[in-house]
């Protein structure tokens, strides 16, 4: 699945050339991408720093610096490094993004949730950031090289489409009263994604409605590092009515029970 489906030209990759901004009245900036500790372990550029290096450069430096938020930070990091009181550091983005809640992405743990709150762009798409907590499930057993992974890329698609549904979508009658049911999933590798800032856009492609709670929709999110998508991953779901959807299961384990006789 991380097999990358179309590669691109090495110097097309976002930060390839190891600086965050190419722009010459910043060129006396120091800049650097703070990211987890099991992250930054991976990690072999000096751009990437950890949370405690961050806070360290900010009482120490005394020219300009900017922090961009990347992958891994927990929430009580990300809640120190915004709480950063020193004149000279400049936060990336520059007011901390709420992450997404348990109810919208379906996650009991707030580390497990990899999104954060999904925004109404107002043109019938939706955007929310990646927030990649480095105790996230999905990393517990697998971290190697500087990218994230293709299995992180997906779940945090998944939480999209379901946040975007959940927000969005579905009467305020009905929530808490859906299932969410999964009939296809394609994912397009483009490039590796870095773990540095990434937006994803969620587009709406189809959604047909049946009743007032079911209904089936198709989204497509493309990841996205300094304007350029590296992955892609659309979702084609049904949200049914949860009391069919526990009478299906039990009708399945019914006939499974039954032809085991």
């Known amino acids: 699945m991380e097999a990358l489906a179309h590669a691109l030209p090495a110097s097309s990759c976002p930060f390839s050339t190891g600086t965050v901004e190419r722009d010459n009245t910043a060129a006396n900036k120091k800049h650097y991408v703070v990211v987890g500790d099991r992250i930054k372990g991976q990690c072999t550029s000096d751009l990437f720093i950890s949370a405690d290096t961050a806070h360290a450069l ?10 961009h938020i990347g992958q891994g930070v927990s929430d009580d990091k990300l809640s ?3 709480s950063l009181n020193q004149a000279q550091v400049s936060l990336v983005p520059e007011q901390r ?17 990899a999104i954060s709150k999904v925004v109404d762009n107002g043109n ?11 105790a996230n499930a999905e990393l517990s057993d697998h971290l190697t090289g500087q990218h994230i992974s293709g299995m992180m890329i997906v779940e945090a698609a998944r939480q999209l489409s379901i946040a975007t549904a959940e927000q969005f979508y579905i009467a ?3 929530r808490g009263k859906a299932n969410f049911i999964t009939h296809s999933m394609r994912v397009d590798y483009n490039d590796f994604l870095l773990p540095v800032p990434t937006q994803i856009l969620c587009i709406p492609v ?10 089936r ?19 084609d779901t049904s949200v049914i009515d949860s009391r069919y959807f526990y009478l299906k299961e039990s009708q399945l384990l019914h006939r499974y029970i039954t032809l085991m006789d």
């Open 217 to 235: 929709f198709t989204v497509l999110m493309q990841f996205r590092q300094q304007g350029q998508t590296l992955a892609s991953v659309e979702f």
């Open 206 to 215: 189809t959604l047909k409605r049946s009743g007032p709670i079911n209904f």
């Open 58 to 67: 900010a009482r120490s430096e005394q020219s300009p610096i900017t922090f």
């Open 80 to 82: 120190h490094l915004y």
């Open 124 to 134: 019938g798409t939706y955007t929310a950031a990646l927030m990649i907590d480095e």
């Open 172 to 174: 305020p009658a009905a």
């Open 97 to 113: 993004q709420p992450r997404a809640c348990g109810h919208t992405t379906h996650k009991h743990e707030p580390r497990n949730i």
